[in-house]
């Protein structure tokens, strides 16, 4: 992850009202984050952006009119090898005739109104995207793939984890991914067939399919797809996949987990807040109600779904009312475990620029409240598998001899008594204690328990 970008060049020109000068600015400190220096002359620069005016029709002809010369300057930048320019229009223009402007004049990549400066990371980040563009410190992924299966894995264990996917195209507000890890993208089924093929072969049981927006992924027929193809390969046991982002769960990944006995009950499902003014802010995708609505359904599919989320309490704006939205949102879907945050500005995201920064004191006081709430949760959660017979993967030996910890369908560890050669099977375990990481139980002699559908 680079922290200190390479500078790049940034010419703006602002027309009309002091209001556009003052914006301009603005649109300079966005964008200084991601290492763009001003410059006092559009030639040679990375990204032109022309800060228009409305008022009278003369000042739209003059527009034009400079980007007939600005388009000659980035064709001649092309053809010279000196780089891609990225032209930009803001300002009242923008706002009043962005579909013509592009048409008019195609060497614009992008027109941004007033109220959307705040997204100029994220415009600027999709246009480059578009052009194909890649991030200089990354490897296309599908070359890191390439050039990573040259390795044979050895994962030494019953459980492994398998990428699928990398990226992503969501752009949170406060999150960097979208410009360090670049777009989204999937590997081809047939790669994620033959490493997990190999590693069945090499006594994995269990996979955890990793991507940053894993459920977006786009191979062949999506995840519940990929999912089943895996089940069929002898000695794979159990799947999960991580990270899901609520907007991407398809009603067959839903359905999946209703049919599928290897697809584990455990869902990792981050919603950051249960406020929807914050939610918005955050660029989500989803209000409070929809994530709830999503978890009725996904809990009509799968009853016993173990549910974790990422929270980040302390958004810039976020008020007494918004984490209290987020506390009820919690007690409301009740969740086996969580990871919660506070929040920090991110150089280059454009929530560091947002005004309403949040006091350290109060995101520590609602860090602590939200841990709190959390915490009891995860000990319910747990509690509530005590006297209950659960099918466990014998992982490792325990601490103490004559001890082993496996793994319960919804991620819990459990610790009971029982002889080393059992690594690597699935064995009825019943559950007698519960603490807030892990659950205690006896090897029960009751024939081997299906998963619990
Ligand atoms: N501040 C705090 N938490 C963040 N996360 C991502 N960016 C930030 C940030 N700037 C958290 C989100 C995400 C998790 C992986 O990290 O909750 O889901
Ligand atoms: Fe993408 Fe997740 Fe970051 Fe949002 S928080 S931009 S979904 S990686």
């Not at 990549?109 to 890649?134: C, F, K, S």
């Not at 984490?323 to 929530?351: C, H, I, W």
């Amino acid at each position: 992850m680079a922290e200190t970008p390479a500078p790049k060049k940034l010419f703006i020109k602002s027309y009309g009202c002091q209001m556009n000068v003052y914006d301009s600015e603005r649109m300079a400190d966005v964008l200084a984050p991601l290492g763009y220096v001003t410059t006092d002359q559009p030639d040679g620069a990375d990204i032109v952006i022309l800060n228009t005016c409305h008022i009278r029709e003369k000042a739209t002809e003059k527009v034009y009119s400079e980007l007939g010369k600005i388009r000659e300057m980035k064709e001649a930048m092309a053809q010279d090898g000196r780089g891609a320019m990225t032209i930009a229009v803001a300002g009242c223009v923008a706002q009043a005739e962005g579909a013509e402007i592009m048409r008019r004049q195609s060497a614009v990549d992008l027109v941004i109104g007033p109220q959307a400066y705040h997204q100029l990371p994220e415009l600027i980040a999709r246009t480059h995207r578009a052009r194909g563009e890649r991030l200089a410190a990354d490897f296309a992924p599908e070359e890191k793939f390439d050039a990573l299966a040259q390795t044979p894995r050895r994962p030494g264990g019953v459980t492994a984890f398998l990428t699928v996917q990398e990226g992503c195209d969501k752009f949170c507000t406060f999150c960097v991914v979208p410009y360090t890890r670049g777009g989204e993208w999937s590997r081809p089924v047939e790669d994620i067939l033959t490493e997990a093929r190999a590693l069945a072969a090499q006594g994995v049981r269990e996979v955890t399919l990793l991507g940053q927006n894993v459920n977006a992924y786009a191979g062949e027929h999506g995840l519940a797809n990929l999912a089943g193809r895996l089940a069929e390969i002898p000695g794979l046991e159990r799947i999960r996949y991580t990270t899901s982002h609520p907007r991407d769960m398809a009603e067959d990944l839903i359905a999946a987990h209703g049919e599928m006995s290897a697809l584990m009950p455990y869902l990792h499902l981050p919603v950051q807040s249960g406020s929807d003014r914050i939610l918005r802010a955050m660029n989500r995708g989803h209000s409070a109600k929809a994530y709830i609505d999503l978890v009725g359904r996904i809990r009509g599919a799968r009853p016993d779904m173990a549910l974790s989320s990422d929270f980040i309490v302390g958004f810039p704006g976020e008020t007494e009312a918004d984490f209290e939205a987020t506390l009820e949102l919690v007690r409301q879907v009740e969740y086996a475990s969580a990871f919660t945050f506070k929040y920090s500005r991110r150089p280059g995201t454009p929530a560091a620029t947002l005004a309403g920064q949040v006091d350290e004191a109060v995101k520590d006081e609602r860090l602590a409240r939200l841990n709190a709430l959390l915490d009891n949760q995860q000990r319910a959660f747990n509690a509530s598998k005590i006297g209950q017979t659960l099918p466990v993967l014998v992982e490792r030996p325990g601490r103490h001899p004559g001890q082993v910890i496996g793994r319960s369908p919804y991620l819990q560890s459990v610790h009971f008594e029982a002889a080393e050669s059992l690594i690597g099977q699935i064995v009825p375990v019943r559950i007698e204690a519960a603490a807030k990481m892990s659950l205690a139980g006896v090897l029960s002699n009751a024939a081997a328990v299906p998963e619990p559908a």
